[in-house]
């Protein structure tokens, strides 16, 4: 045998051995860490399936049992926390160990993927902090004539759509309506998916969600993201990537060459790309255009995809319906017809509404983080050790019969403040909890806000000869999304 051929078959082996003894570490690793677990439960790829539902089995299988279980996604191990007390350790009281999600970005390869969301560590905090102030109540108010500028749009587009068929599919029209809100606060700019709904935005936000992945780099991307990132691997589509940095570049370039302010999301980035305030770091125009983009990508998916399933239940419910319109119109009465941010913040019915669809239908269904030094489990030997990936179980915490009674039930009357006040802190969660809570809460509230208010003012929703009777999820989206569309008979009230 030449000296060479022996030299490769001892590199192969060598090779072959360090994975075998790689792999047969990760699955002891629960076993060597004292973390509870049942035997069997793999995260495969599985297409027929939303994650949300494997995570619910798992949760019915341990919960009572443990503080917390395991499973393998792939050869990985996950870290499942079931009680609530010791997810509030993680969200909030020990957050220093999980500070990070454990998302995947490539900063060089891929800078629109180094987003708020996804950022980890020092650079984190500091663009949380700088990025907060645009979304405060009086960001919200300020904004808020923009937001009901979109809002007509939309109605007046439901009214020629109405006159010409009374059984529309609304998943699409209200994803339209959020991208042309998001589009203008965000950018600055008229989408105006309404009238066309092949628009360059509404285009690039369906191809993000709605393009098939390669399952291989999804697969190194959970394994092993360093050397994904090696191999230079990215997150988001070249052609979704390069509009939205397009977008930004144009934007930023017209606005300080003409000194426009809107008092939007835009002007708040763009104060950062000078910013010469002691002890913090100015953005650079990827940086800017990565905030953007998920602010963009992340808002008009979640509400559209909130008030989907909000008319859904609202249809088959005709009498919360009817409460809901009531509220609505009982408030506009009196501010004399006019829908105001005062009017549309005492709406407290449709709040109701909003928030039990988020039960029911949170549109993050896991939150991830990962442990960034060892963490002891309190109240058990258990140990996690840096590095360990754990998802809290969202949608099967929402769905537990012991904390929400009759959990598949569509129940507004679960969030009166008296209801709320006799639950855990933590049973609800869809925005996370934290420093790392959704930064846009209150735009997203806002915006499923007036979108119900809009459409229950006027409108009635009723399942039509096209409407489906249950709902399935998309199993390939991480959103809980619908995998068909929502056809409902609609008529003026």
Known sequence: ???????????????????????????????????????????????????????????????????????????????????LELIKRILV??????????????????????????????????????????FTSGKMKM??????????????????????????????????????????????????????????????????????RSGLKDLLKITAPGLARFFGVTEILPDVAEFFMDVVKSTVEYRMKNNVRR???????????????????????????????????????????????????????????????????????????????????????????INETLRLY?????HFRVVTKDYPVPGTDTVLPAGTFTMIPVYAIHHDEDIFPEPEKFDPTRFTPEEVSKRHAYAWTPFGEGPRICIGLRFGMMQARIGLALLLNNLRFSPGPKSCTKMEFQPENLILTPKQGLWLKVEKV
Not at 100 to 121: I, K, T, V, W
Not at 271 to 292: P, R, V
Request: hydrophobic share 40%; with cysteine.
């Open 1 to 83: 045998m030449e000296p060479i051929t022996i030299i490769l078959v001892t590199i192969l082996v060598l090779l072959l051995t360090y994975g075998f003894h790689l792999i047969r570490r990760q699955l002891r690793f629960f076993k060597d860490h004292n973390v509870p677990h049942i035997a069997g439960n793999f995260v495969l790829i599985d297409k027929t399936q939303h994650p949300a539902n494997h995570f619910l089995r798992w949760y019915k299988q341990s919960k009572g049992q443990y503080p917390l279980t395991g499973v393998f996604m792939f050869i990985k191990p996950i870290a499942i926390p079931l009680d």
């Open 93 to 134: 009281k020990d957050f220093q160990y999980f500070q990070n999600r454990g998302m995947y970005y490539n900063e060089r390869d891929d800078p629109l993927s180094a987003h708020l969301f996804s950022l980890e560590g020092a650079k984190w905090r500091s663009l949380r902090a700088k990025i907060s102030p645009t």
């Open 143 to 212: 904004m808020y004539p923009t937001m009901m500028a979109a809002g007509k749009q939309f109605s007046e587009h439901l009214e020629e759509k109405m006159s010409e068929e009374n059984e529309l599919e609304m998943r699409d029209l209200l994803a339209r309506f959020t991208t042309d809100m998001i589009g203008t606060c965000a950018f600055g700019i008229e989408c105006n998916s309404m009238k066309e709904p092949n628009s360059k935005f509404r285009e690039m936000g369906r191809k993000h969600f709605e393009s098939p």
């Open 263 to 353: 008092n939007d999301f835009m002007d708040l980035l763009i104060a950062m790309l000078d910013d010469e305030t002691e002890g913090s770091e100015s953005l650079t125009i990827s940086e800017i255009a990565a905030q953007a983009y998920v602010f963009f990508i992340a808002g008009f998916e979640t509400s559209s995809t909130t008030m989907t399933w909000a008319l859904h239940e609202l249809s088959r419910n005709p009498e919360i319906q009817e409460e809901g319109r009531k509220c609505v119109q009982e408030v506009l009465e009196k501010y004399n017809g006019v829908m105001s941010y005062e009017a549309i913040m005492e709406m407290t019915y449709i709040d109701y509404i």
């Open 362 to 366: 949170p549109p993050v269904p896991l």
